[in-house]
């Protein structure tokens, strides 16, 4: 891309990744909700780091419609183990596995991605079965527990895969709003009778809690098919979901790939005050930003073996 500035081709770059937008580019227009926020010039050089961080501080404005989110405070309050994990395996892809992540905390495991991380996650919420080792939560064995009981006793999850693992397309946003939470009250109270309109207010307060908005949809927006939303707001839809459940543990991985800086803040500040509550956060993340912003332990991913966490 460097040669053909210099050969005189002019380039149209799209992307709301901020390194990029300051490397490659020499003037920027932001649009948001379909019409130009603003226009700025970016300097060939920055004089002072301070420089670089107004331009960064503008942009993220014009962008999301208002200021940086503040880079939040380490958890001071720590709760007994939620989850503990020993010697764990799955025989082929990872282990053995030690780890525990207390309540009021983040925990966030970084490494290459293809080591094995998928299935150690599938493990954790039973779609995959151990070989060897176990799995705890609250002192209680799960290891060998169905995705249904995981999630019973207290376990969420962010799948890394949103449209394989997280929504369903053909389905209404009600439906996917309420997808794996139908099994029993409030929406099911007998076994033979769904309650849409309970649903449908319940996706109503998800939308609303979290900021969820269709993309020019006439109907309402939780009647509309989910695919009326873009990538960004079906993740906030699927992070409202599983919040919902008020986990005791929550599994993020990769929750914010591929979300703009505002949708990225909304997911990081649902996960710290899921934390701040006193819940325990186990955070699968290949953005090293990401993880220095938000965890308050780190541990290293090499090879399938998890490493000594740092603090």
């Known amino acids: 891309m460097e040669n053909l500035r210099r050969g005189g081709t002019t380039i149209v770059l799209i992307s709301h990744k901020m390194p990029k937008i300051m490397r490659l580019c020499d003037r920027v227009t932001v ?3 379909g019409a130009v926020a603003g226009e700025t010039e970016v300097p060939k050089s920055f004089e002072t780091a301070k ?3 107004d331009l960064e501080a503008l942009l993220v404005r014009l962008m999301i419609g208002r200021n940086r989110p503040e880079v939040p405070t380490r958890s001071t309050h720590v709760h007994p183990t939620a989850l503990s994990v ?6 082929e892809r990872f282990g053995p596995i030690d780890l525990d992540v207390r309540g009021g905390e983040i925990v966030a495991i970084v490494g290459v991605e293809g080591n094995g991380q998928s299935e150690f996650t599938e493990l954790l919420i039973g779609l995959r079965k151990a070989t060897a080792g176990g799995v705890a939560l609250d002192s209680h064995d799960i290891t060998d527990m169905t995705t249904k009981e995981h999630f019973r006793c207290g376990i969420a999850h962010i799948p890394e895969d949103r449209h394989r693992l997280a929504v369903t397309d053909g389905m209404s946003l009600i439906d996917n709003a309420s997808i794996g939470l139908i099994d029993g009250a409030p929406f099911a109270p007998t076994p033979f009778w769904l309650s849409r309109r309970k649903r449908a207010r319940f996706a109503a307060s998800i939308v609303k809690r979290h900021n969820v908005c269709g993309s020019s949809v006439k109907a309402p927006v939780t009647k509309a098919p989910v695919t009326s939303l873009s990538g960004d707001n079906q993740q906030k839809l699927v992070v409202g979901r599983e919040l919902a459940r008020s986990p005791r543990l929550m599994i993020p ?15 990081h500040e649902a996960l710290i005050g899921l934390r701040d509550n006193g819940g325990a956060v186990l955070l699968l993340s290949l953005d090293l930003t990401e993880v220095f912003i ?4 780190i541990g290293s991913w090499m090879s399938g073996v998890e490493q000594e966490a740092l603090a």
Not at 86 to 91: A, D, I, P, V, W
Request: aromatic content about 0%.
């Open 31 to 33: 649009l948001r909700d």
């Open 51 to 53: 420089q670089r961080h």
């Open 86 to 91: 020993r010697k764990l395996s799955n025989g």
């Open 253 to 267: 991985a990769q929750s914010t790939r591929g979300l703009d800086i505002g949708s990225t803040a909304a997911v």
């Open 294 to 297: 938000i965890a308050d332990r």
